[in-house]
């Protein structure tokens, strides 16, 4: 969509004016009237009404009026706050820069301020709420439309130099059910970038995640992760880089990726962090796209060097704790550092001795074909050996089939289940691929395989059988060449 930099600039302006609260006199009196100082203390915060949090690092600048030299400069910690002492008598203008404003697509904000009699003048400064600039940025949201909007810059890797015009694609799969099962349908919304390099794209996921990436011409990033916010505006910028043209398609560990000559000489460094802080030993750190990975040492660092640079995807995973998935912003002129906790523990069902008649019922039909042995079968309890996260870990050790990249050119986190017969190419999304049938308990469900981690997690599984083709397959569930496989939950 268009860049609608005056409305919004002038809807803030507005917004800050009610949002600002100034403990302001009335009158301005003398010094010998009252005995007091002349001069006062201007404190206050800044919040980032867009993430619900203070606004770290912001530059709140005080200017005087009568005397336009005149400048006081404070800078907000890490709780927003600010102080600027020894600020004479007088009338001001206060107001504040931060790159969230760039970001937004807003300018500078300026209010005026007098400064009395008073010690403290407390100032209240905030960015504007998200679901208010989407409204200016998309229109007011009809009733029950909980669509989202994301925001952000498209930048050249190695000179932060705007790439104005390049394509800025966002991509979601939508879930539905009907009688004949469950079925997903792929979303896409697509801009362009302005000459200042800045995109903002409606219509996308509220409340979820979806996956964005930007390209012009033949340099391209891969799709990264976007988790959206459920106030219904996301911010994420995209670095394209000079050897990008093939960063999209997976890559031996250590290769250069992207036009001849160019190379890869980008660096990843950083540390992981258990729940509680320490440094964490033996994470896997992964870097899809480009076909990279490591492991943190005993001091949870590590380092990966020789990589494309431009926007990479992230994925950081340890057994027991459920993985990270995140982007990475990567320059040649200077090392990308991280530090990230993993806070969240795979979660652990405890065993449930009591069953119905039906899960009884489907599981006797499970342990009776698994004596049969025509096709290939887990166990719950193979299943919790493998301490899988996710489905895929269990399908990769099965025998005639794969698992893949939905997109295998451009995506990263949506993996799919394909026939081991089939051709797999690198180059062509979803071409060749045989896709087997998928039931979960007895029901089929439409495009499972394209995306069977969004259906169910490990420990909700009891069982899974894997048939090959129809010849091995139960005959009261339908497949073609492709197989069948027979999801059991608990």
Not at 236 to 253: E, F, H, V, W, Y
Request: net charge negative; with cysteine; glycine share 10%.
């Amino acid at each position: 969509m268009r860049r609608p930099s005056g409305a919004v600039n002038a809807f803030l302006n507005g917004v800050v004016a009610a949002l600002c609260s100034l403990v302001l006199p009335l009158h301005r009196p003398s010094a010998q009237q009252t005995g007091a100082s002349t001069t006062a203390t201007v404190e206050g915060v800044v919040y980032d009404s867009v993430r619900w949090a203070p606004l770290t690092g912001a530059v709140v600048q005080l200017v005087s009026r009568d005397e336009p030299s005149q400048i006081f400069t404070a800078e907000t910690d890490s709780s927003g706050a600010f102080s600027i002492a020894g600020v004479p008598r007088g009338q001001f203008v206060i107001g504040f820069l931060h790159a969230e404003l760039s970001e937004l697509d807003l300018q500078a904000i300026s209010r005026n301020v007098r400064v009395g009699s008073k010690p403290v003048v407390h100032v209240a400064l905030s960015i504007p709420g998200a679901v208010a600039i989407r409204t200016v940025l998309c229109g007011a949201p009809a009733a029950g439309d909980s669509s989202g909007t994301v925001v952000g810059f498209v930048r050249d890797a190695d000179s932060d130099m705007p790439v104005a015009g390049a394509r800025v694609t966002v991509a979601w799969r939508n879930f539905d059910i009907d009688t004949k099962g469950l079925h997903s349908e792929p979303r896409q919304v697509d801009a362009r970038a302005d000459a200042s390099g800045w995109f903002a794209i409606c219509g996308v996921p509220g409340d979820g995640i979806f996956d964005i990436r930007a390209q012009l011409g033949a340099r391209a990033t891969p799709f990264v992760l976007v988790n959206a916010a459920s106030r219904g505006l996301a911010i994420r910028d995209l670095s394209l880089g000079g050897d990008s043209a093939a960063a999209a398609q997976p890559q031996a560990a250590g290769t250069s990726l992207g036009r001849p000559g160019a190379e890869a000489t980008a660096v990843l460094e950083g540390v992981i962090r258990d729940p509680s802080g320490t440094p964490l030993a033996g994470a896997e750190v992964t870097l899809p796209a480009a076909g990279a990975e490591t492991s943190t040492g005993a001091d949870g660092r590590f380092r990966i060097a020789s990589l494309p640079s431009g926007t990479q995807p992230l994925v950081i995973a340890h057994v027991g704790l459920m993985p990270v998935r995140t982007a990475v912003d990567l320059a040649s002129h200077h090392p990308a550092s991280i530090d990230i906790m993993m806070t969240e523990p795979v979660p652990v069902l405890a065993t449930v001795k009591v069953q119905g008649k039906d899960v009884l019922s489907k599981l006797a039909g499970f342990e009776q074909r698994r004596t049969e042995g025509f096709g290939q079968f887990f166990t719950a309890a193979d299943i919790a050996k493998m301490e899988a996260t996710k489905l895929t870990d269990v399908f990769r050790r099965a025998a005639t089939l794969r698992v893949i990249r939905i997109d295998p050119k451009d995506s990263t986190f949506m993996l799919g289940i394909v026939s081991a017969r089939g051709q797999v190419s690198v180059l062509m999304a979803n071409i060749g691929f045989c896709y087997p049938a998928v039931y979960i308990d007895g029901t089929f469900m439409h495009d499972a395989a394209h995306n069977i981690n969004a259906f169910l997690d490990p420990g909700s599984v009891a069982g899974i059988e894997i048939y090959s083709d129809a010849s091995t397959t139960p005959p009261q569930y339908k497949s073609g060449d492709c197989g069948t496989v027979l999801i059991w939950t608990h």
